[in-house]
């Protein structure tokens, strides 16, 4: 099937108020610009190398999300143009953004990665420590982030009750973290192709689908 149809196709999956971020990490722009064409205009990228690349070759008027893990050290190419970055989990990356932001003179929309997923690999602050950093007021000393909610990855696994474990605990997170914010803290940013309807069940306002759009990825290249 084309990009245009599958993209319908999870289109009207969705339920209104869920956005979608088309994942489009490895594949060429001209994929991403048939998505582009058929109405698209969020994407999600997980390296900042290849996200400025796209920005610079397709067309202006798209959101570039970043869904990755970012190093410190990368910052500065991604904060001029990006729109959101799903990956915030730790103070030092704060502060480097907030940084960054401020020299660029943009206000940049992040999400609070947490880490409920059974995989120690995975990324995203433990509970107990984003509460702390929360806690203490720091996010007002950066008037140049504005800190939309949460983002999270299940754990990989076909049983379900644990996806739902782990949907279930980032939506309370979220919750929880709600009043230390403006009416701004509104997005919880979960699923992906094979969970996407389950994260819907959990509050998701925004899923990261790829695969299911684009076909499979093709790590080799
Ligand atoms: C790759 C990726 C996705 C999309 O994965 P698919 O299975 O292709 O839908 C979503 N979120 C993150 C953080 C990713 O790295």
Not at 35 to 51: D, S
Not at 57 to 69: Q, V
Not at 117 to 146: C, H, I, T
């Amino acid at each position: 099937m084309s990009i245009a149809s599958q993209l319908q196709q999870v289109r009207n999956s969705l339920p209104p108020g869920v956005e979608l971020v088309a994942v489009s990490k490895t594949y060429p722009p001209e994929r991403v610009l048939e998505a582009y064409e058929a109405g698209q205009r969020i994407f999600g990228e997980n390296r900042p190398q290849e996200m400025a690349q796209k920005y610079e070759a397709l067309p202006k008027d798209i959101d570039w999300h970043l869904i990755g893990h970012l190093q410190t050290n990368k910052v500065k190419l991604v904060v001029p143009f990006v729109k959101m970055i799903h990956s915030l989990d730790s103070s030092r990356l704060a502060e480097a953004i907030q940084k960054a932001a401020a020299a660029a003179d943009r206000t940049i929309d992040v999400l609070l990665e947490i880490h409920v997923a059974d995989e120690e690999s995975k990324s995203g602050w433990e509970w107990a420590e984003l509460l702390e950093y929360v806690r203490s007021g720091a996010f007002a000393q950066m008037p140049n982030l504005r800190v939309r909610g949460v983002m999270g990855v299940a754990t990989n696994t076909d049983d379900e009750q644990v996806i739902r474990r782990d949907f279930a605990a980032l939506q309370s997170h979220k919750n929880d973290l709600a009043s230390f914010f403006g009416p701004e803290f509104d997005t919880l940013s979960i699923g992906m192709s094979q969970d996407y309807p389950i994260a819907v069940e959990y509050g998701a306002t925004l899923v990261r689908i790829g695969s299911l759009i684009f076909g499979a990825r093709d790590y080799s290249k």
